[in-house]
């Protein structure tokens, strides 16, 4: 896999540390265990394109925002997950 | 001697001397160990893997099955290498395999006999019973007798690389379509890859006799080349197999720097290198499939191209009388090409009926070979002609051929199906299996000359369109454009004896006869059953040829039968090239504090911790057992002070004016509240709720804070803090740095610390430098840091100093120390002198731990929101059973407690099922003259005074222990803020 970072430009995929889904950016507000439950552990399991958070840990530690097709492993877009968190408040 | 008197790509000037199986022959340059002894007249070049069947060469590439040799002596001893690939150089050593005692007298030949038995599946049918004697008697002589060549058993001397390409256009195979694609892809200005696994480019251009613009192929392929090479923006890369296809445009490639040299002269053996590529153009050719007919392994039975190879690039007769055997016009081509030769050719036999030769030998039409007799080597052969009838011909030689299959095997790396071409009885690229990759040439069904020239221009227009690059119209050179007619036909049928598809793993058309009978019909069962296609050559020559005949008896076509799957490599890879870098220490990273040196010097006994390497404890004069070391270290802070280079534990600059609210929400406690000038410990949680890390913070200023993690999740802890600040919470300002190699520091602990740091700072009292204060100092003329943080619980600080004053720092501590009766402390030491504390480490902070399981259920802030603050209050995180950290001693008559043994109840049986928990750590603690350990015991806060059991079932060791606080020494804490 080729990732193409928005700070440092392609790289192979080995200069990247991968989390999980970006469903991570969407941290509760306030204290409902119900919420959190389904933060912390639920996750879809989707064939084709999936939204993931991968650091680009040998190289400027910025958090990505990967949209990936996990089948594929076809890297569709990515953006700063700084970025993309602003974007939806 | 076969060698044709005029020809061929080398260089008969010269001759090579080399040994096979310890007999002397000469080579010329240019030639493959397998033409060398053709031309030596050697046919018989190995055994077969189960039957031991004598085998010759069958083919001039690398889809070899026969002809694997061990290469090399001693060390640099290489098995199964390929002769047909292998160039050879002055003195080479090669060796058959897989043979007792010799090639020609090979007492393991007995399997053949006992072939009948030794069918498909005969591993799960014949030795089943008794079981026992599977691993005592039946596998070892299995084992013994089925293989290829012996590895050498001493470490691999040679040196192997890891390296890196990009280009815009990566072309596979240097023949006609790969060059004319390189061609035009330079011409337009890409950056162009041409990789090709011979030693020489051209492909097929070197093996036939036929012009391209008025020249002999061979030529015009030099001259193409030489102009490549010329080009700035193309690198031409020989010896190099791309043997993968991965997402991203990336291939996988081995470049045999120096298997051809007799002596590398410290260039590297191999490089395995990684390709990225915008485009890819696969010009990989196509490789010839065999008839199944009986006895068709016999040496001297090969490949109809494979002839032309050796006769037109090696000037090699591969016999004196040589048949064809053919379904195709391209067979023809080889009887035609070796009578112009002057060799003779004793038949062609085509299978088909509506076509007539017009070759000057003797023909035979709808007719087919139905066996061979010689011994060791092929002498005549058994034709049944249209009629029926059945006659002899002499032969010393007999070319197969029936029909060429692409060579897409890069194309199934990704998963992609190959479509079935009925024109050409072949299977054919699916287009669009590996993104931007497009098939050229033969590789792609297109077998004329003409045809791959135009298709590989193509291709590389398209690639420059797409890569906007300059438009070019180079010439069409001037070739033949004959596809050649074929017909099907895959064994031949109603005949007795076994016919070989697979030779290298010994499979035959009754093999799978067998599987199909025993109802292992799917491809990939059949495969499994019979071990078809799995062996080093992947099926190439086999797999056409099986999948046909399990077509005929399942009654489905062959689309519907489907193939298998190729993986990667497409040639097998050596392992050192795979682990370039990775011998012994490799690139493994290592980390050294800045008294590393210094340490050493003492003569320290050094330990690994993570990457880093510390001072594990310093032997004094007479000391022989770390203990010693250990107990008087851990003494010597106690009662006088001690120093120990604590850089390792991870520091992470945090500034900004959020950054003190950043901190509450990633600790369980405040800090936005801690005053300048002051340390706080802290504890850190996963969002799961469990205990992440812990480790003291310093508020330098106002928005300036200086973080410390453990050694072991510094990293981690760093990745976090990144995750949180960028993903969470974009909107605080704050930003923060790891300086953990920027800083060394040092513990100074012990009673008389402050007096040390007196002499050498000055007032360090509790009036200007109370418990965990921090500071800017000045320590000669050099600026400072000062903790006053102990993680022995004695009266401690710690100095921090920009790296490169750590070492100095560490001399005048040490010097100050031990004037004060005081001295230097490894980590064995600091182990004693934490546990007596009950300070954590990764042993009790395992990722299962809460902060109420390790009794600090009051470092839980309420006032605000914390990671992992929701997750913590579980229900079944609150329960009160939950295992919970304690404190155990030894009340018993046994003294000691093992690390990892599990806590029982008194009077239960240690068994699983009544486990109560497990030691995390343990130690002789000679401030309590005896042992000492830390456990999660069920309960356990509720449990303190009962007595328990610390049972270690694999060292043997029942030891009855008291349930005590976690705090031994000092469990008020005094002399710390003394």
Redesign the interface.
């Known amino acids: ?2 990732i193409h970072c928005p700070h440092c430009g392609e790289r ?2 080995r200069e990247f ?1 991968y ?1 999980g889904s970006a469903k ?2 969407e ?2 507000e ?4 119900a919420a ?2 389904d ?3 639920q996750r879809k399991n989707p064939t084709g394109e999936n939204a993931e ?1 991968w ?1 680009h ?1 040998m190289g400027c ?3 990505l925002h990967v949209v990936r097709n996990v089948t ?4 569709i877009a990515v953006k ?3 970025d993309v ?2 974007a939806a ?1 | 001697m076969n060698r044709i008197p005029t020809g061929g790509l080398i260089d008969r000037d010269i001759s090579i001397p080399f040994t096979f199986d310890g007999q002397k022959y000469t080579a010329h340059p240019g030639d493959t160990l397998a033409s060398a002894l053709l031309a030596n007249g050697v046919r018989l070049m190995g055994r077969s893997f189960k039957y031991h069947r004598p085998r010759g060469v069958l083919t001039a590439g690398s889809e070899e099955p026969n002809a694997l040799m061990e290469i090399g002596e001693g060390a640099d001893r290489t098995p199964n290498t390929r002769a047909t690939t292998c160039e050879v150089y002055h003195g080479m050593v090669a060796q058959s395999q897989n043979r007792f005692p010799s090639l020609k007298v090979d007492m393991l030949a007995v399997n053949d006999l006992l072939s009948p038995f030794l069918g498909a599946g005969f591993y799960y049918k014949t030795f089943m019973w008794p079981k026992k004697f599977w691993e005592a008697v039946y596998e070892p002589i299995i084992r013994r007798a089925a293989g290829l060549g012996r590895l050498s058993g001493q470490a691999d001397k040679a040196v192997y690389e890891k390296a ?1 390409a990009y280009c815009d256009v990566l072309v596979i195979g240097g023949g006609p379509a790969g060059l004319m694609a390189a061609f035009t892809a330079g011409k337009g200005g890409a950056k162009v890859i041409l990789a090709d696994e011979d030693f020489i480019i051209g492909g097929r251009l070197n093996s036939e006799k036929t012009e391209v613009d008025g020249k002999p192929s061979h030529r015009w392929a030099a001259e193409m080349a030489a102009k490549l090479r010329e080009m700035p923006n193309v690198r031409v890369m020989i010896r190099t197999t791309v043997t993968g296809a991965y ?4 291939y996988g490639a081995v470049e045999r720097v120096a298997d051809h040299l007799a002596d590398a002269k410290g260039a590297p053996r191999q490089i395995f290198w ?1 390709i ?1 590529a915008k485009h890819t153009i696969l010009a990989a050719g196509a490789t010839e499939r065999p008839i199944a007919f009986p006895d068709n392994d016999r040496p001297g039975i090969m490949l109809a191209g494979a002839v032309r190879t050796y006769a037109h690039r090696y000037g090699v007769a591969a016999g004196q009388r040589v048949a064809v055997f053919t379904n195709n016009d391209d067979g023809w081509r080889t009887a035609q090409d070796l009578l112009a030769l002057g060799v003779t050719v004793t038949a062609l036999i085509d299978t088909r009926t509506d076509v007539s030769p017009d070759i000057d030998c003797p023909v035979f039409t709808g007719a087919a070979v139905v066996g061979t007799s010689g011994r060791l080597g092929i002498e005549r052969l058994s034709v049944r002609t249209s009629d029926g009838a059945v006659q002899q011909i002499n032969a010393d030689c007999l070319a197969v051929s029936g029909g060429w299959n692409p060579a897409l095997h890069l194309t199934g790396h ?1 998963g992609g199906k190959p479509t079935w071409r009925e024109d050409i009885a072949a299977f054919v690229p699916t287009p669009n299996s590996i ?1 931007n990759l497009i098939a050229v040439g033969a590789a792609n069904g297109n077998f004329s000359t003409l045809g791959a020239l135009k298709e590989g221009m193509a291709a590389a227009k398209a690639a420059l369109k797409d890569l906007r690059l300059k438009q070019v119209r180079p010439h069409v050179p001037v070739a033949d454009d004959a596809q050649g007619a074929v017909a099907a036909y895959w064994h031949v049928p109603d005949v007795k004896g076994r016919s070989w598809l697979d030779f290298q793993n010994d499979v035959t058309v009754k093999d799978i006869e067998l599987a199909h009978r025993e109802n292992f019909r799917s491809v990939e069962h059949m495969k499994r059953y019979t071990t078809l296609g799995m062996a080093t050559d992947q099926g190439k020559m086999s797999n056409m040829g099986a999948l046909a005949v399990m077509a005929e008896l399942t009654g489905q076509s062959i689309p519907e039968t489907g193939t298998t799957i190729f993986r990667p490599p497409y040639t097998p890879v050596q392992m050192g090239a795979l682990g370039a870098g990775g011998a012994g220490k490799g690139f493994a990273p290592e980390r050294f504090t800045t008294t590393h040196d210094w340490a050493v010097a003492r003569g320290a006994v050094m330990i690994e911790v993570g990457l880093w390497h510390r001072a594990s404890w310093f032997p004094a004069a007479g000391e022989t057992h770390w203990r010693q070391s250990c107990d008087r270290e851990v003494k010597m802070v106690r009662e006088a002070v001690g120093i120990c280079d604590v850089s390792t534990l991870g520091k992470i600059d945090i500034q900004g004016p959020d950054a003190g609210v950043f901190l509450d929400r990633v600790y369980t406690n405040m800090f936005s509240t801690l005053k300048v000038g002051k340390v706080r410990y802290g504890l850190m949680l996963r ?2 709720g469990m205990v992440l890390d812990d480790g003291t913070t310093a508020r330098l200023g106002e928005n300036h804070f200086v973080m410390t993690t453990t050694t072991g999740a510094a990293g981690p802890v760093m ?1 976090h803090l ?2 949180c600040a ?3 919470w ?2 605080l300002d704050v930003k923060m740095i790891s300086v953990t190699e920027q800083w060394a520091q040092i513990a100074v602990a012990g009673p008389k610390s402050r007096d040390l740091l007196a002499g050498l700072i000055g007032d360090v009292s509790n009036a200007s430098f109370p418990f965990m204060g921090c500071g800017n100092v000045s320590i000669g003329g050099v600026n400072a840091r000062l903790f006053r943080i102990s993680f022995s619980g004695e009266l401690a600080y710690e100095i921090a100093v920009p790296a490169g004053y750590g070492a100095a720092l560490m001399v005048e501590l040490v010097k100050r120390a031990e004037a004060l009766g005081g001295g230097a402390y490894g980590m064995e030491a600091l182990n004693v002198l934490r546990i007596e504390k009950g300070f954590l480490t990764h042993a009790e902070m395992d990722g299962r731990a809460t902060v109420a399981d390790l009794g600090m259920s009051g470092m839980m802030s309420t006032k605000k ?1 914390f990671i992992g ?3 913590s ?2 229900e079944g995180l609150l329960d009160p059973m939950r295992e919970q950290l304690v404190g155990i001693r030894p009340v018993g008559p046994v003294r000691q407690i093992l690390g990892g043994s599990i806590m029982v109840d008194v009077d239960a049986e240690p068994i699983r099922e009544n486990m109560q928990g497990h030691v995390t750590s343990v130690c002789y603690s000679p401030t309590l003259d005896g042992m000492i350990g830390l456990a999660f015991v069920k309960g356990g806060h509720g449990r303190i005074g009962q007595t328990i059991r610390a049972v270690d079932l694999l060292r043997n060791l029942d030891t009855l222990c008291e349930i005590v606080s976690p705090q031994f020494h000092d469990p008020e804490g005094e002399k710390a803020r003394g």
């Open positions: 896999m080729r192979d995929h540390e989390l991570l950016l941290r509760p306030g204290g409902d265990a959190f439950h933060y912390v552990f958070l650091q840990v530690s910025a958090w594929t492993h076809e890297i700063l997950a700084r968190k602003e408040r | 890196w997402d991203g445009g990336t990684r990225v990704m993104p969002e799961d990745s990144e995750f960028q993903c969470l974009p909107e929101d603050k929701v997750s209050q579980r």
